[in-house]
């Protein structure tokens, strides 16, 4: 079932442009010029039931903007948004009551109040039933091990405890669709760990549609097995993550070490990276050759002492999609 | 230098809000309309309340909105927040005196708004409304002394109220309590000869009505040259004794940050 | 229908609890303000006072109607900085974006807005109030009969819906311009003057601005006037003086004001940030 339907989604800022100086400060005042600025040129895309999406690109590529449009903060300049079948522009309250939304840079809770005060407000909001919101917060408070910090006032908490906070705010309501702005911005090690076990046990279990935003690529990686990614306001990108991977990275690094220093290789099928006294560095395009003819075309130059070869990896991949845009 | 640096910056923040300048001068200018209307109903029936005609007492009003603008003290709003946000600490690292910091920038804001919107409240209000010229030109620089001397009690004060987030940061804003009392008793809103005498004696001992009625005073003539200068006087102690307490204050309160770490 | 009233009047029960609790949490602010508000009050019916022992009456208002005007103006002065307090911050919300998370809920997002913080030192507004407005009753001999009664509840329910409407309608326009604070103090003092001195001291013309393009009048003059059986002075072919104007007024302009607020919303409302 699609769940999310985008077709030719457009949004464009007017923004004034000002003078710089004491004179243009003052020609401001009179007269200020505006230009217009497309943040999204036109995407279109269709998530189903149950996915868990990457949704990434460079700063500044629509990704926030796409996010607040599916969400019904934003509305398109043109193009349609469809969820669950309805626009959340249109039919803001019917859609929104099965949505999640967390913005990692943002907070929704109360600062000055506890968490268990934000929740019993959500409660009243969402109009849950006393045995269902009792239910959910008793399994969310289990998996986000919330009991250590429910009583004390947000503003004390650490952005790790914060953070989980945000996230069971946002699922108190059992929404069908979690989209999470940068989730893990700023947290450690651990508290990265905890949400995304979180976010693939909420999947696991009830089936939860999950967009996520990120510039951690680990995130990614662990959490998503598709990837759609926008760079200038279009996508550029959208499959499934290793098939992704494998086509934009298409050289595999060779670590090579040789039992005498080297200056240069005259293999043509590797391209050098880097000596280093015994040990070279050099990468092959791993469609056009096999590792085993690689080692096979250097083996006749080289005596070989030891090797490695290294995967690519999303970062690879993303890193060319990004500088071929 | 860097002084000079801050009230230039603070002059081109401000022109930055074209919509704020233009707003600025509209609304004041109906306020001011407001109070002249008062004025005009109060003086409907006489002549002459207390010595002071409805011409004078229109000119005190206007030019008291003019004033106000023109006391403009930020220090009590940027140095309450660069304390409770934790700036503090790392300003006064800064290879410059703070509290001079915050005065450039007051006076900056001063010369936009004087400019900005004093300037045409007066020309607005000479073309529409009975604001009259002074009585005698000559009283002009005494005018200009006292409220040069009048921004610098109120500014002293509204240091002085703000050094106390220093000490209790959990109290919200002293500043507006004391914009409050200052508006009552500086003769602002009515010019202190209307309250009964013995209240207006004590009122004198205070540093407030050297702030608003002596330069308005002067200005329409209800205060005289020879009075004036005694007043003048008075403002030149309060200011003297104002400063002591702020440098003294900013002495304990800078220590407090240095040792405390903010 | 039934359910979605009860459904707002739950969180909206709700959100005053919170509200308590906040307040609570900077009990020490609010000493700022129990300082500031009597003061501010009281200074200004003492001004009128001040003036007034000079002069008489005020145009043909005594001090005690004048009293009267004054308390009815602090009454809904103080509601709406209880209940509607949010809508002087529209410029700052725009700016940090926060209508993002009222968006993303499942209400109104201005009735969200507004509730998101009831502002308990609204109810210091009312203390003062009170007082000088019993005051007034009896100088002027006020009768408290039942429809006296129910109709100064409805005025003081009319003229906070009226002040709210102002602030909304000026504060929206942030939506556009990203700047409307400047519009909070000129409000500010404008209801001071149009709500708390008689405005029957105004030339005709100003008086006409202030009840059919900013509907000020009906905030405290024209009931004041009627209640206390007072002419307005304002020739028009209905008679102003009625105080049930004031509830109809209120409505009818706090309709159109969040008319406005949503049209901002929905057309302009960019959620600065990331």
């Known amino acids: 079932m699609e769940q999310i339907v985008l077709d030719n989604v457009v949004k464009e800022y007017i923004v004034a442009k000002k003078k ?25 895309c269709r998530i189903e039931k149950g996915e868990i ?147 693939l046990e909420m999947n696991r279990r009830k089936k939860t549609t999950v967009i996520l935003t990120s510039h951690d690529l680990e995130d990614v990686m662990k959490l998503c097995t598709r990837l759609i990614v926008i760079n200038k306001g279009i996508i550029v990108e959208d499959g499934p993550i290793s098939e992704i991977v494998s086509r934009m990275a298409t050289y595999r690094m060779l670590v090579l070490e040789v039992a005498e220093p080297v200056q240069s290789i005259a293999c043509d099928k590797v391209e050098i990276m880097k000596i280093e006294g015994r040990k070279v560095w050099c990468k092959f395009d791993h469609h056009a050759y096999t590792a085993a003819e690689i080692i096979h075309a250097l083996g006749q130059e080289l005596k070989i002492v030891d090797l490695s070869v290294r995967e690519p990896d999303v970062e690879d991949a993303i890193t060319n999609i990004y500088h071929s845009a | 230098m860097a002084y000079l640096y801050k009230l230039k910056l603070q002059v081109q923040v401000y022109l930055t809000y074209r919509f704020e300048v233009f707003a600025n001068i509209a609304t004041h200018f109906i ?29 005190y009003s206007v030019l008291s909105s003019c004033l106000a603008v023109m006391y403009h003290c930020g220090i009590q709003s940027s ?133 608003y009625q002596l330069p308005l005073g002067l200005y329409i003539g209800k205060i005289d040259i020879g009075e004036g200068l005694r007043q003048i006087g008075i403002q030149a102690f309060w200011m003297l004794l104002l400063g002591v307490c702020v440098a003294l204050a900013w002495k304990k309160a800078k220590n407090k940050v240095l040792i405390q770490g903010g | ?99 993002d998370r009222f968006l993303v809920r499942p209400l109104g997002v201005f009735f969200q807005f507004c509730i998101g913080t009831v502002n308990l030192v609204g109810i210091y507004d009312l203390i003062p109030g009170a007082i000088i407005f019993a005051y007034g009753c009896v100088q002027v001999n006020f009768q408290w009969s039942i429809p006296n009664i129910l109709m100064l509840i409805m005025v003081v329910i009319g003229g906070t819906l009226i002040q709210a409407a102002i602030y909304t309608l000026t504060g929206s326009v942030a939506f556009w311009t990203k700047k409307s604070s400047v519009f909070v103090g000129v409000n500010l003092q404008l209801f001071d003057k149009t709500t708390q001195w008689p405005m029957s001291i105004y030339p005709n013309w100003f008086i006409r601005i202030f ?24 020739s028009f072919p209905l008679p102003l003086e009625i105080p049930l104007w004031t509830p109809l007024v209120g409505l009818a302009w706090f309709l159109l004001a969040r008319r406005f607020f949503y049209l901002g919303l929905e057309k302009k409302y960019e959620s600065a940030g990331s």
Not at chain 1, 86 to 95: A, I
Not at chain 2, 31 to 59: E, H, P
Request: aromatic letters at 10%.
């Open chain 1, 20 to 44: 710089k100086g004491m004179l243009g400060a003052l020609a401001n005042l009179f007269h200020s010029e505006k230009i217009r600025v497309e943040a999204v040129k036109g995407i279109s």
């Open chain 2, 31 to 59: 306020l001011i309309l407001a109070n002249v209307f008062l004025w005009n109903c109060v003086y409907s029936d006489q002549k002459d309340i207390l010595g002071v005609g409805r011409g004078q007492m229109i000119t």
């Open chain 1, 53 to 199: 999406v990457g949704y990434i690109g460079p700063n500044g590529a629509g990704k926030s903007t796409t996010i607040k449009m599916m969400s019904g903060i934003m509305h398109p300049t043109s193009g349609n948004i469809l969820i669950n079948g309805m626009s959340p522009q249109k039919r803001r309250k019917e859609v929104v009551k099965h949505l999640g939304v967390v913005f990692g840079q943002r907070t929704q809770l109360y600062w000055d109040l506890r968490l268990g005060e934000t929740f019993e407000l959500l409660k009243r909001i969402y109009r849950l039933p006393d045995g269902q919101y009792n239910g959910t917060l008793e399994e969310l408070r289990a998996v986000l091990g919330l009991d250590e910090f429910m009583d004390i006032p947000v503003r004390q908490l650490s952005l790790g405890q914060r953070m989980r906070g945000e996230l069971a705010a946002a699922m108190l309501h059992e929404p069908e669709i979690l989209f999470l702005d940068e989730p893990t911005i700023g947290l450690d090690i651990d508290a990265k760990q905890a949400i995304r076990d979180f976010i």
């Open chain 3, 1 to 99: 229908m039934l359910k979605a009233v009860k459904h707002y009047l739950e969180v909206l029960r709700y959100s005053a609890v919170i509200g308590l609790k906040c307040e609570m949490e900077y009990l020490s602010y609010t000493l700022c303000w129990l300082l500031m508000i009597p003061i501010q009050i009281f200074s200004g019916v003492y001004v009128l006072k001040v003036i007034m022992d000079r002069i008489g009456t005020l145009n043909g208002w005594s001090f005690g109607q004048v009293a009267f005007l004054y308390g009815l103006g602090v009454f809904s002065h103080g509601l709406q900085d209880l209940f509607f307090i949010q809508t002087r911050h529209i410029e700052y919300s725009v700016i940090r974006g926060e209508f």
């Open chain 3, 211 to 234: 009840s059919f393009l900013i509907p000020m009048g009906f905030v405290s003059f024209y009931p004041a006037c009627g209640l206390l059986g007072i002419s307005s002075g304002v």
């Open chain 2, 79 to 211: 140095l309450n927040k660069d304390v409770r946000e934790g700036n503090i600490a790392l300003l006064l690292m800064k290879p410059i005196h703070l509290l001079g910091a915050y005065f450039a920038e007051d006076v900056g804001a001063v010369a936009v708004r004087a400019v900005s919107v004093s300037v045409p409240i007066f020309l607005l209000g000479l073309l529409f409304l009975p604001l009259q010229p002074p009585v005698l030109f000559r009283v002009l620089p005494l005018v200009m002394i006292s409220y040069v001397f009048g921004f610098m009690i109120l500014w002293l004060l509204s240091a002085l109220v703000s050094m106390f987030t220093f000490v209790t940061m959990e109290l919200g804003n002293m500043g507006v309590v004391k914009d409050m009392i200052v508006a009552i008793l500086s003769g602002s809103m009515i010019p202190l000869w209307f309250f009964p005498d013995r209240v207006e004696k004590m009122l004198m001992m205070t540093p407030f009505p050297y702030t």
